[in-house]
């Protein structure tokens, strides 16, 4: 739905693939948001040259995927790579000399999930957001002139910070360009403005960099992760695949 | 579940209705929490002598139990006195005078319907909690030395923050109590620690702020359910009732 010029598009945030059911999707632009880290892989595999991202939901399929395609296979689960797969779910994987020209199919535990959602809920548009590609989702939202939800992927359906706190870093882009009345994004924006200039410093205290740091030692990741504009590409989702927009 | 000395008992925030299910409820005090205003109501009217107030799920139940028990019936729907009932979800309705020594039977939207999914899951103690009665949850929680889940009623399934404000005021008090790893309670404390001082000025930021005071007029009862302690007793649900403990 394209609106007059008088009317501001709405924008809101769901802070949990649980409660993107409480959104009408199918007027707007959805941003898949999944800090760490599939949506900033994506951004890095698509700006160091892939072809495209197909995100799909099961190792399997993955593989079966890419071996017909003669792509590369990758994912996670619970931060790991998954079993039965060669590449994982970090950005700093996909160099451009790793990745130019070809096609990364990915399935990780909680993006790809909430990106099926968003499809499942027949959204207008998807595209994916993260820090490394924050200008690219921004000036694509003020060009689209459409509702926007931004639709955090958290963990396992929990609430997490640091989806939160992008969503919170278009929205203090953003605001003056969209109508804005709704809690989350209001608290969204509260704590990225709190924290804006030590995203870096403050991740400690995130639930989700215990899980990468203290476990597999991913310091470099959470870096990449929450630092804007190191991959600043848009891709958007057609006919099953994310391509650069 | 009694925790041993050396252990700290965890605390968790669930933001909505919608995420109480990620949570394990049956070694938990679970706190409910609909700040505007089912639970400022609830330590209103105990706090003025009503001999109980029993939480019940529609209209025509809070009628007909209060009619066998010539209880006051009453109840909101959407903001609004329910239909077919004399009295509300107003704090301010439930003074000594006019509740003390009566049996008032509620209904409202949010906070009834989450106590109910607590029940259904099975916790093991139920109380209740906002703004006016903050201190004596908190003594509560310390006493009892067990898990604790946070539980916010929200809108509806969405996301507010007047509730996650008040999970920001019990985790404030007693985060050196407990085990603290969950992105929702470092959310909380974080809103709370930087409106705290000024509440009752951010509220008119709040969605649910303009439902009532826009539509109903009802500043008074917001300034009263976002002040500490003025009905600071602690309502705890016993056989279908919530009593004074």
């Not at 924050?134 to 926007?148: G, Q, R």
């Not at 590409?233 to 391509?243: A, M, R, S, W």
């Amino acid at each position: 739905m394209q609106l007059t010029m008088s009317q501001k598009p709405t924008l809101h945030t769901s802070i949990s693939p649980a409660l993107l059911h409480l959104y009408d999707l199918s007027n707007s632009v959805v941003v898949i948001i999944d800090v760490f880290r599939a949506t900033s892989t994506i951004a890095s595999a698509l700006y160091n040259g892939a072809k495209c991202v197909i995100p799909v939901d099961s190792v399997p399929k993955a593989i079966e995927i890419s071996r017909n395609i003669d792509g590369i296979a990758a994912g996670e689960r619970d931060g790991m790579i998954a079993e039965g797969l060669q590449h994982g779910n970090s950005p700093l994987e996909y160099s451009r000399e790793f990745i130019e020209n070809k096609t990364l199919v990915l399935t990780t535990t909680n993006g790809t999930r909430l990106l099926q959602m968003a499809l499942d809920r027949n959204a207008d548009t998807i595209v994916s957001g993260s820090f490394p590609n924050l200008t690219a989702v921004c000036d694509f939202l003020v060009k689209e002139k459409k509702n926007v939800v931004l639709g955090c992927a958290g963990w396992k359906d929990r609430f997490n910070l640091e989806d939160t706190l992008f969503a919170g870093a278009v929205i203090n882009r953003l605001a003056k360009q969209f109508t804005i009345h709704c809690d989350s994004s209001l608290m969204a924006e509260t704590m990225y403005g709190k924290y804006k200039n030590k995203l870096t410093d403050f991740a400690p205290k995130l639930t989700h960099y215990h899980r990468l740091v203290e476990r597999f030692g991913l310091i470099e990741d959470i870096n990449f992760c929450l630092t804007p504009d190191l991959a600043n590409v848009l891709p958007v989702y057609t006919e099953g695949k994310l391509i650069v927009k």
